[in-house]
């Protein structure tokens, strides 16, 4: 339509474009010829060649040399993400462990560290404990925190906007603990903390059952019950960071869920009240009659809140994670029965794959997407640990 | 870092994007010159004087020549979007009436139709006091049908991926009413089908009460009670198109709310079931001792709903509206007082500003996106009404 009058800015604005786009193929992808980038970004073939030798001398990506082949003529080398130009870690403070994880930029976890902590211990006991556990994880891999680009710390409540659990958390003495500032002199890198369902959300969805989909109830449930909310891809925290909070209402039966299971007739006095739902749901697979009644009861609950997420939101899946979804066998079926009476479509029910470590993996996850947030927003630098603003 | 070969290709999309650009800019602004576009877009003043050229003679945007000024100098003449160029109609297809609004690309409302139906009135009679309202709408405003670039219909109940109510809509008959294949005889533009909730939400956020918000609980209230969820700025529709139908859940007592001033001691016989609730609002605001005991019952049981939002999504904002928002004063305080009961933070609760006409207006606003979406996504051609894919 009209003729356009190319200026020097545009033209280096192009480049770092062009130079972020060739990143983001290779990070998406396994390693790759200049004619497979080429097709895959769009640009010229001659372009993404100057562009790859560009990102190994910046230390962005790695060159795979091709092994001896039978193919007539020389065989292309490839291209790598260099993935291990950084590293992050997710970790979970939850009532019982400490859990921490470290990952290269591509998510493989290098060393997992776990740590034991007492139900009522103090926030002062608690950090002690996640601190023992960090420096362990980074001894044991051969790290320092000058390493690590981003970490995630996952914990029980809504998360608010200072990173604090303020509205509530069952984590004694923790309302008001800043674990981001208390990390601070450990970690240059940005420190997120977020909450422990929406983290286990984000977890599904990249590695678990959920990879599928884009609208995703996933229920945290246990002793307590939570939910996390991915909807049209994206976790949703919500304005103030306390979205899937449903538990709280009386109304929807999620606060005495788990007490038909705490209160099963016949559970041994022996058996301390953390794993009296763990008996229920065995002694119900065994065919205990009270322990079927109880685990049917708690579905009936578990179903109202339920429903009322899916009635809210119509997601395309549900998935049933936390500690109870070892039970999954005995609550999936009645749970898809109950919803079935209560809601005018029933999504998809699944039971998650990750089990106790989902919190972690989802911390590893929000972390890489911070990575990735500054890499592909702020400009292509240097690949070293960025700071904290 | 690299040099870059530009091709051909390359720069002939370059300007495309660039004319989209300033078409985008000129859409959302008051009329601009070529400076002060240049400012917004980033582009070169030479090059935003060329694409503003070619934008007039395409027919995207008009001069505004300026007017006398004792400024020194000759006043630079500015650019306006040609909103003109086409026209978009919202309709709301009620259990009462049939509302139709033709509007510019600017969504300046140039005609209003409006006609009673009877609420038992079954598909064909509906259909065809659609049709006249939408005839009269064109007739009246000397437009055809060919310059309508959009048409966008509002339906009780939640709408498929076929643009039909299947799994329940209140209007008789109306389940499997395909109502874009109705007017397709009549429109070759897009006809898109949405739920009356989900458009009162848009037209909130629009023109409404919720204008500085992005995440919106807004509650369509009348004898039945409907929710619009905008979550980050975008309308929630669902993976099936339910989202928003959490009243249908027993538990959460939307279904009993409005049963409260129905069956108000008190409200005479001659009164008509319809008529009922406006009856006991009045006669609460009057001192009436039993409407104001219906009343209150009505808020409780409306609060249990949306508390349940409240605490699933975490909202800045609830918007009381609908038919009941009329008795907003009456409403607005008991809620927020139960809310506070029930919910971890309470949002900032509004009464809706835009009445009776509020879902006939988000279905203009959807129509707009719609005409929006193809303008910014397919690529600047021509100002003429698209077509159906």
Chains 1, 2 share one sequence.
């Not at 023992?132 to 998360?159: F, H, M, N």
């Not at 119509?314 to 049933?320: E, I, K, L, T």
């Not at 029933?346 to 993996?361: E, M, Q, W």
């Amino acid at each position: 339509m009209t003729d356009r009058v190319i200026t020097g800015t545009d033209l280096s604005r192009l480049r770092e474009l062009n130079s972020l786009t060739v990143v983001r193929a290779l990070r998406d992808q396994p390693p790759a010829t200049v004619t497979e980038l080429a097709k895959l970004t769009g640009l010229s073939r001659p372009a993404v060649d100057v562009i790859a030798q560009g990102l190994v001398t910046g230390g962005w990506a790695t060159i795979v040399e091709p092994g001896a082949s039978s193919v007539v003529g020389r065989p292309a080398r490839r291209y790598r993400f260099r993935a291990t130009a950084g590293y992050v870690i997710g970790v979970d403070v939850g009532g019982h462990k400490i859990l921490a994880l470290l990952a290269d930029l591509d998510g493989n976890v290098e060393h997992t560290a776990r740590r034991a902590v007492a139900p009522d211990a103090d926030p002062a006991e608690r950090l002690a404990a996640l601190d023992q556990v960090l420096a362990s994880c980074l001894r044991a891999s051969g790290k320092t925190a000058e390493d690590i680009w981003a970490v995630t710390v996952g914990v029980t409540g809504p998360v608010d906007a200072s990173g604090k659990t303020t509205l509530f958390t069952p984590l004694p003495g923790w309302q008001t603990v800043d674990v981001a500032a208390h990390l601070s002199d450990r970690f240059t890198c940005p420190v997120v903390v977020e909450n422990d369902c929406k983290l286990a959300a984000l977890a599904e969805r990249w590695q678990g059952t959920a990879r599928d989909a884009n609208d995703i109830v996933f229920l945290l449930a246990g002793m307590r019950t939570g939910a996390g909310l991915i909807i049209d891809g994206i976790l949703r925290r919500g304005y103030g960071g306390a979205a899937g909070e449903i538990g709280a209402l009386k109304a929807v039966r999620w606060l005495a869920a788990p007490s038909h299971l705490e209160h099963c007739p016949g559970v041994p006095a022996t058996v301390n009240p953390d794993d009296a739902a763990a008996w229920v749901f065995n002694a119900a697979r065994d065919g205990n009659r009270d322990a079927r009644t109880a685990v049917l009861r708690y579905v009936k609950d578990l179903a109202v809140g339920t429903a009322a997420l899916v009635l809210a939101l119509d997601p395309q899946m549900v998935v049933f994670g936390g500690g109870f979804s070892r039970s999954a066998d005995l609550v999936l079926d009645p749970l898809r029965r109950e919803l079935q009476k209560l809601c005018l479509r029933v999504p998809d029910v699944r039971a998650s794959t990750l089990g106790a470590d989902s919190v972690a993996l989802g911390a590893l996850r929000l972390a890489l997407n911070e990575v990735d947030q500054r890499l592909f927003t702020v400009g292509l630098s240097a690949p070293v640990a960025p700071r904290r603003d």
